[in-house]
């Protein structure tokens, strides 16, 4: 926690071969931990997975992986609709770290090593009490509770390239120092980024692969982000790299981890999947993890994957035709993803996988199998489910930053929730997109847009983290909804632009992959056909009533994000006159909670879904 380590990333580039490079990122396995906790519950394991290849000769290597993605700085336990996965309370990180022991002493006893992996996000959009820290204590907690490996997601360039590679190597925070007193000695986990290469060197910024030796085995591990993270993070801060294709790079570099002599290997992927079944079940899976699985050396018999914040444990075909394991253990640090697996000693490969989602039970049971609760939907926690370690660590940032967070702001008459209606805009959208347009009245603003990626939790009336009333609204919880310490700006746009701006909500114009919704702010409305062809989508645009004119000049707020191109807004980029108003996003909503009356739910009725 003192001095930054040195990267041996830096080390690494001076080699001229990439086989050689390999060698240098190989490690040695850590030893396996101690005993479970005393006193916890047996947990729930939702449905596993389990693919066999082929029957080994002798006695097989055996492993464990201990997997989760999104973990967001979760240190505290989601409240709210989140507290629960499948109506277990779960989550927090001293349980994950509890959960985490269990498991792998569960693995010792099978004759097992365990290696505890991560598939990216682990910060960034992270509640207050890590992210007034600028994540440091996510970092320190990840390395605690023994994770060992993990890829890069798109929300560790939440503020740029050189604040990741300062997480990664350790060292205070170039404007607001080493807060906490201590220093900060970066990550002693392996981040991996294969995919995020530099535009001066055309090397990745950090390690590609990683090696671990199980029962004289190597294991090999490739790290990726999503190739589309340009478009979801805001582009200042990346201007100095590029992403790479995922099936190109995990390719290249398992080919050399192949060359190697490292023929088992796992792909730590933040991308993933969805599917319509429950939790764990893979029926009608769909999204970008199947096509990346598809193109996929064999040597990959186990993806762990992320970034869409689902459950799940299935196996798609790679492109042997043969079955690769894809995992995801959901987001917030609610699930843990236990994988069994064996290697063949004569061929190096996988020989058997199996996994499996366990939750990370938080909560007291009542006799009759419910929950126990202090009031509906907040939920008792266990005190024999605490891990000592991880929680005087977190305490140590809940009470540093306990004043801040409890500090209340303003009120609310209700929920204010972030889920969409049918024509994908969401009360909390609309007074978000409220709160900014007042924000900037002073400088002309007539209308905002408010993109719904960055909305990250809805209000609760009946939450008191701090103690407070029931519908008053702490800095910490208006933090959580906007995380990001976004700048709010304002510019000119015509109104034949600011259509056009409309229009790129929908793929297939200008660009654009996604379809992302804009959140407006009241006096503004207009409506959207899907089933027209790209570019005519949008219509009878009106400002207060009136429509709005082509040639006419409007002046408009957004976030710096969305202003920058984010989430392939690039036509925002096109505006004139910019002006950047003082404090951040969050301080907007902030001023309109405590401007007066409890804020009410938005009305969510100022687009119109016509198709």
Not at 422 to 450: C, F, H, K, R, Y
Request: include cysteine; aromatic fraction near 6%.
């Amino acid at each position: 926690m003192s001095t930054p380590r040195t990267g041996g990333w830096a080390a690494l580039r001076r080699f001229a071969v990439p086989a050689l490079a390999l060698a240098v990122v190989t490690t040695l396995p850590l030893a396996p931990a101690g005993d479970p906790s005393a006193g916890a519950e047996r947990w729930t394991a939702l449905d596993p997975v389990s693919v066999s290849y082929h029957q080994p000769l002798g006695r097989p290597a055996k492993g464990n992986f201990l997997s989760y993605n999104d973990f967001h700085g979760a240190i505290d336990p989601p409240t709210g609709s989140g507290a629960a996965v499948n109506g277990t309370p779960a989550g927090g990180v001293e349980y994950l770290a509890t959960w985490l022991k269990k498991l792998r002493a569960e693995a010792a006893a099978e004759g097992r090593r365990s290696t505890t992996v991560g598939a990216g996000d682990l910060i960034g959009a992270t509640p207050l009490v890590s992210a007034a820290f600028h994540d440091e204590p996510t970092i320190e907690l990840m390395d605690a509770i023994g994770l060992e490996i993990s890829s890069v997601g798109n929300h560790e360039f939440d503020e740029g390239v050189e604040e990741l590679l300062r997480i990664n190597r350790g060292g205070c925070h170039p404007v607001d120092g080493c807060q906490d007193g201590d220093g900060f000695a970066g990550a002693r986990f392996s981040y991996l980024a294969a995919n995020t290469v530099s535009r001066r060197t055309g090397l990745p910024i950090l390690p590609p692969v990683d090696i671990r030796i199980v029962d004289g085995v190597p294991v090999g591990f490739v790290g990726l982000t999503l190739e589309g993270t340009p478009s979801i993070v805001n582009p200042a801060g990346i201007s100095s790299v590029r992403f790479t294709d995922e099936i190109e790079t995990a390719n290249l570099w398992g080919g050399l981890l192949r060359l190697a002599g490292v023929k088992a290997q796992v792909l730590l992927l933040h991308e993933g999947g969805t599917q319509s079944g429950g939790p764990s079940e893979c029926t009608n899976f769909s999204g970008p993890l199947v096509p990346i699985v598809a193109g996929l050396r064999p040597e990959f018999g186990l993806v762990v994957s992320g970034h869409t914040h689902r459950a799940y444990s299935c196996s798609l075909p790679n492109s042997s035709g043969a079955r690769t394991v894809v995992t995801s253990a959901g987001t917030n640090g609610q699930l843990i993803t236990d994988i069994d697996y064996s290697l063949d000693r004569r061929t190096g490969r996988f020989s058997e996988i199996t996994a499996r989602n366990v939750i990370v039970e938080n909560g007291v049971r009542n006799p009759d199998g419910t929950w126990q609760q202090t009031t509906p939907g907040t939920f008792v926690r266990n005190p024999a489910l605490v891990d000592p370690t991880a929680k005087t660590l977190a305490d140590k940032y809940r009470n540093a930053v306990a004043p801040i967070a409890n500090r209340v702001v303003g009120a609310i008459s209700a929920d204010i929730v972030r889920d969409n209606q049918p024509n994908q805009e969401s009360p909390l959208g609309d007074v978000i997109a409220d709160a900014q347009l007042a924000w900037t009245a002073s400088t002309g603003a007539q209308l905002a847009l408010m993109n719904p990626g960055g909305i990250r939790a809805s209000l609760s009336y009946a939450a008191s983290a701090g103690g407070e009333a029931p519908g008053q609204i702490t800095y910490g919880e208006a933090f959580t909804v906007q995380p990001f310490n976004n700048l709010v700006v304002t510019q000119t746009f015509t109104g034949a632009q600011l259509k056009d701006v409309l229009e790129q909500q929908f793929a297939g114009f200008n660009g654009q992959t996604t379809q992302r919704v804009l959140q407006v702010s009241a006096g503004f409305s207009y409506s959207y056909d899907t089933s027209l062809p790209a570019g005519g989508r949008v219509s009878a645009l009106a400002l207060g009533g009136t429509p709005v004119d082509p040639a006419a000049s409007y002046r408009v707020t957004t976030n710096d994000f969305l202003a920058n191109g984010g989430d392939g807004f690039t036509l925002l980029t096109g505006g004139t006159g910019r002006t950047t108003a003082p404090g951040f996003d969050v301080d907007a909503l902030v001023a309109h909670l405590g401007a007066g009356a409890p804020v009410t739910p938005g009305p969510a009725n100022r687009i119109t879904r016509l198709g």
